[in-house]
Every structure is written in structure tokens, then in C-alpha cells.
């Protein structure tokens, strides 16, 4: 569970999605893939944040310039990049 909601858009007309975001350093307007239940990563602009404590369904996996691309056009996240950034849950508070 997250203390910090990333509120999501999929599209330019399209609603607020609330998403787990356990960085600090995400911000509005940051093009993020979003990681959803049984669902590949999908593209997604923050529209807003907020911290709320709610366990969201999903979560953004990465900013938009982090992630990478193999050789037959599959998106994925590279090894070492940080998962969590900053006191977004308890249990960064606590370490």
C-alpha cells in the first residue's frame, strides 16, 4: 500500500486513474508506464498526486525515459532501477 496516489490519464479526454507511486521524484505531466493486474505495461500521463493511503490496483513501474525496448519491440524495465524513491510507505519510513 502506498501513501502517494498517482492519479493517471491513458488518453488526452480520458478519466483520472488512481495508481500506486512509490517515487518521490514523479511528478505532474511525467509520461509513466503503468503496471495493471494481468495487463501488459501501458503508457499513461500523471495528471495529479496525492497522498491519500489507498491500495490502488496498479502502480507506475517506471517513467516513460527509463524504460527499454529488446530487439523484437517488447517493452520491460531495466534491472537496478528503483522501485521505490523517497517515504511513500511504511515500510521506507521505518528503514
Known sequence: ??????????SESGSDYPVECYRTDIAVGDQVFVDLPQK?????????????????????ACKASEAAQDSDGFLFIPSGLPRFVGLTNSKQAIS
Not at 500500500?1 to 491513458?10: C, E, G, P, Q, T
Not at 501488459?40 to 490502488?56: E, F, G, H, I, S
Open 40 to 60: 501488459p505495461l501501458q503508457k499513461a500521463t500523471v495528471a495529479r498526486l496525492a497522498y491519500l493511503n489507498w491500495d490502488c490496483k496498479g502502480q507506475i
Open 1 to 10: 500500500m502506498s501513501y502517494l496516489v498517482a492519479f493517471i490519464k491513458f
